[in-house]
Structures are given as structure tokens and as C-alpha cells.
């Protein structure tokens, strides 16, 4: 079966500090990769999503993310966050095989200091 | 267009008690999910769907029920529910990608 680990549980950054979030999967076949934002109170909003071709991805608000095959990782980044980005952040993967369901990750939740 | 809408918001229920969930979508979608959240667990699946009268189980489907008689609708069931059942959960629908509702914070005393 298909899961997706991420290993930040709480992360807490200054506004303009850089931000890397880990998300690793255990699947080795095709899949498709998700980032998903939960603002509080709120339900989950897409961020950005792999499907296949350029392995860098660039979502909304100034979002990215890397799929590495070999590493089986599909990190999210963004270069300077804001207060904004206060959230609860999830990586979800979507294997070929694994009958069309979305496997999330454990969240992460990121608290940006003004 | 409301993408997916799920009701009551908010519930509280009573030990033994029993509700549905209500998830409705307008966007025509065959695949339809129901997931329960839990802190630091992330998102668990419960149910899920690929086309009206057909369902099927996902990670943690006990407890629960669900039916598809329409491409709309997935309401989830609880029969005699348990404080383990206190959780958010989300319906969601996908085409190319998933649109989430708001949510049903429910809780069990």
C-alpha cells in the first residue's frame, strides 16, 4: 500500500526566511503528487500538483515543489514566506494503481512570526 | 457553480446516536470521497466512490456507511456512534483534480 511520510510535524519561521518542506511517498510505480494548504477553520485548497513532464512545479502564491523520482520525494518551497502562509500543509499521492485514491501525508503545520 | 457542499457544519452527538453527513457536488463528478481528519494524522480515507451505485471501502472504513444512489449526492452514515468518531470530515469529488468541501466538525460525548 501506498503512504506518504512528512517528516516536519510544527515548523516556525520568521516572515522573509526560506521554507522547505519534506514529503517522501512509498510507491514505486507512477503516481501523481499533491500539495494541499488548510487555513485555519477552512477546508483544504490546492496548491500545486505533479502530473508528469517538468519535474520542478510551480503552484499559487508563490509556491513550488520538486518531484524526485529517485529519492521518491516531492518537496515544497517557497523562497520568502509572509504571515499569510500560516497554515497546515499536506502532501498527498495519487499511485496509478492504487484504485483512485489520495493518500495524504501527516501535515505540517507552519506558523510564520511577523 | 457551489463545487462541494457539505451539511450540518457543526454537530454533537450522543453515544449510540445516529447521523448522516451530507455531501453534495454539482460539477458532475464520477469520483466522489469521504475523509475523516485527525491532528497530526492527516486526512484517512473512509469511503469512496466512482459512479452512482457503486462504492467501496477505503483505510478506515468501520463505523461507517455510505450509498451513491446519485451522481450528486454521498452522504455518509454513522449507526451507534462512538467517541472515536469525533474527527473533521471532508467530502471531496475529483475530475482531473479533487475540490473539497468545507467540512463537518463532529464531536461524540
Known amino acids: 500500500a501506498q503512504s506518504v511520510s512528512q517528516h516536519n510535524h510544527h515548523v516556525i519561521l520568521s516572515e522573509a526566511a526560506s521554507l522547505e518542506l519534506g514529503c517522501n511517498y512509498s510507491y514505486g510505480g507512477t503516481v501523481n503528487l499533491f500539495w494541499y494548504v488548510q487555513y485555519p477553520g477552512q477546508h483544504l485548497q490546492l496548491l500545486l500538483k505533479?502530473?508528469?513532464?517538468?519535474?520542478l512545479v510551480k503552484g499559487i502564491k508563490g509556491f513550488e515543489a520538486e518531484f524526485i523520482k529517485s529519492k521518491f520525494s516531492f518537496n515544497l518551497r517557497k523562497p520568502s514566506v509572509q504571515w499569510s502562509d500560516t497554515a497546515e500543509y499536506f502532501c498527498a499521492v495519487n499511485a496509478h494503481n492504487a484504485g483512485n485514491m489520495l493518500t495524504f501525508g501527516g501535515g505540517t503545520r507552519l506558523m510564520v512570526k511577523p | 457553480n457551489a463545487g462541494v457542499t457539505q451539511t450540518p457544519k457543526f454537530h454533537i452527538l450522543k453515544i449510540g446516536q445516529s447521523m448522516t453527513l451530507q455531501c453534495t457536488q454539482d460539477?458532475?463528478?464520477?469520483?466522489m470521497y469521504w475523509y475523516r481528519q485527525d491532528p497530526g494524522m492527516g486526512l484517512k480515507l473512509i469511503y469512496y466512490?466512482?459512479?452512482?451505485?457503486?462504492?467501496d471501502k477505503g483505510e478506515v472504513p468501520n463505523g461507517y456507511n455510505v450509498s451513491r444512489s446519485t451522481t450528486e449526492d454521498f452522504p455518509l452514515r454513522l449507526e451507534l456512534a462512538a467517541p472515536s468518531q469525533t474527527s473533521v470530515y471532508f467530502c471531496?469529488?475529483?475530475?482531473?483534480?479533487?475540490?473539497f468541501g468545507s467540512g463537518t466538525r463532529l464531536t461524540v460525548v
Open positions: 471531496a469529488s475529483r475530475d482531473y483534480g479533487y475540490t
Open positions: 466512490s466512482v459512479g452512482a451505485g457503486i462504492t
Open positions: 460539477m458532475n463528478h464520477n469520483y
Open positions: 505533479y502530473f508528469s513532464g517538468d519535474p
